[in-house]
């Protein structure tokens, strides 16, 4: 019989360090797709709002006591870390937990490393933003939860390629500074 071990989508490619900056995996939150029901847009808000959160505006997240909800496209949020359950009938929910890859990347220089893969200007991010975007060839959904770090989340599929890109950033940058 087979036997199936659990992994996480960058189990043995992180955490990785070039001078200041680091690049690690965030694991463990559950994260729910949320679309709102027709007519139900004010229901879902007062449901989010006892989470302690509400319906993110376009490129924005918002957070409050381990959870989040971050804006992905017109009608449609991820909310990460808070179970779904008091949304049932308000809004189509799609666990897509195993799904990403999360990763964060912290330090002075993350938006001068991410501006070598990504195609907005990322100086001007603030805590609360969030965008959808491309990482190289790849789609993410990129958030700034805090003053000089992201959070980028990219297709299970592709968190090697996408390990691999912004490592190679990172080296370049740090390369760059050692000059």
């Known amino acids: 019989m087979a036997r199936l071990i659990e992994k ?3 189990e043995a490619l992180l955490p990785v360090t070039c001078g200041a900056l680091t690049l690690s995996e965030v694991v463990g939150d559950r994260v729910t797709s949320v679309a709102p029901f027709r007519g139900q847009t004010t229901k ?6 006892k989470l302690g959160l509400g319906w993110p505006g376009p490129n924005s997240a918002l957070a409050a006591e381990g959870a989040a909800i971050v804006w992905t496209g017109r009608d449609q949020a991820f909310l990460i870390g808070a179970e779904a359950e008091s949304l049932v009938g308000l809004a189509a929910l799609t666990d897509q937990s195993d799904g990403w890859a999360r990763l964060r ?4 220089g993350a938006a001068d490393v991410l501006a070598r893969l990504v195609p907005l200007d990322l100086r ?5 933003q969030a965008a959808r ?6 789609m993410m959904v990129l958030t700034m939860p805090e003053a000089g770090v992201f959070e980028i989340m990219v297709f299970r599929s592709m968190a090697a390629t996408a390990v691999q890109e912004i490592h190679h950033a990172m080296r370049a940058m740090a390369a760059r500074a050692a000059v």
């Open 8 to 10: 996480t989508p960058c």
């Open 44 to 49: 879902l808000a007062a449901a989010l709002k």
């Open 105 to 108: 990347l912290a330090g002075p």
């Open 124 to 128: 001007g991010f603030a805590p609360g």
């Open 133 to 138: 975007s491309q990482l190289g060839h790849m």
